[in-house]
T-cell receptor, first 114, second 108 residues
Framework: SAVISQKPSRDICQRGTSLTIQCQVD?????MFWYRQQPGQSLTLIAT?????????ESGFVIDKFPISRPNLTFSTLTVSNMSPEDSSIYLC???????????FGQGTRLTVV | LAKTTQPISMDSYEGQEVNITCSHN???????ITWYQQFPSQGPRFIIQ???TKVTNEVASLFIPADRKSSTLSLPRVSLSDTAVYYC?????????FGTGTRLQVFP
């Protein structure tokens, strides 16, 4: 199993500013992912955070808007840049210890942009 | 990644068995079926996974027919605490792509 700590748990931000969300895992994992979940909706994969290289982004998400760092196998950050009210959402970090094991999720960061 | 289709919502009463069916007509040979549960204000949690026939654990059973074009998650004797969104995924890669999910509401 894996225990994930996400910070902050929630924040209210002014439009035009940026917020960095941290994800800390209690064990080394190869696969780490960032998701967005808008109220009442399903999860949408933003990107795969690759250790030692650039993140791999899904269609509709770009590095300039959502820069991701993955300095080691236990930590990653997601930055939401130049925020607008449309970025108000829950952002979740997820890990999979191996491709054949279940995924574990953090509690999420509830972001409100005003 | 195979697309999955499941009912948007279901209602049940405490003590009943709930069966949630998921359609995955274009499932690939290497895909396996996995289900996750999500409570409000929490991240999804793994429930069960299978490739074919029947899998059972302490939480649920998963039935997969021979053609694997659908699967059924069975929750025995649900309680109020089973109220959640249930996601069906068919995958064989590292990343999880979530569909719409089924919102299960359990009434007393």
């Amino acid at each position: 199993s894996a225990v994930i700590s996400q910070k902050p748990s929630r924040d209210i931000c002014q439009r035009g500013t940026s917020l960095t969300i941290q994800c800390q895992v209690d064990s080394q994992v190869t696969m780490m992912f960032w998701y967005r979940q808008q109220p009442g909706q399903s999860l949408t994969l933003i990107a795969t955070a690759n250790q030692g290289s650039e993140a791999t982004y899904e269609s509709g998400f770009v590095i300039d808007k959502f820069p991701i760092s993955r300095p080691n196998l236990t930590f990653s950050t997601l930055t939401v840049s130049n925020m607008s009210p449309e970025d108000s959402s829950i952002y979740l970090c997820s890990v999979r210890p191996t491709v054949n094991t279940e995924a574990f999720f953090g509690q999420g960061t509830r972001l409100t942009v005003v | 990644l195979a697309k999955t289709t499941q009912p948007i919502s279901m209602d049940s009463y405490e003590g009943q068995e709930v069966n949630i069916t998921c359609s995955h007509n274009n499932i690939a040979t290497n895909d396996y079926i996995t289900w996750y549960q999500q409570f409000p204000s929490q991240g999804p949690r793994f429930i069960i996974q299978g490739y074919k026939t029947k899998v059972t654990n302490e939480v649920a059973s998963l039935f997969i027919p021979a053609d694997r074009k659908s699967s059924t998650l069975s929750l025995p004797r649900v309680s109020l605490s089973d109220t959640a969104v249930y996601y069906c995924l068919a995958l064989n890669t590292d990343k999880l792509i979530f569909g719409t999910g089924t919102r299960l509401q359990v009434f007393p």
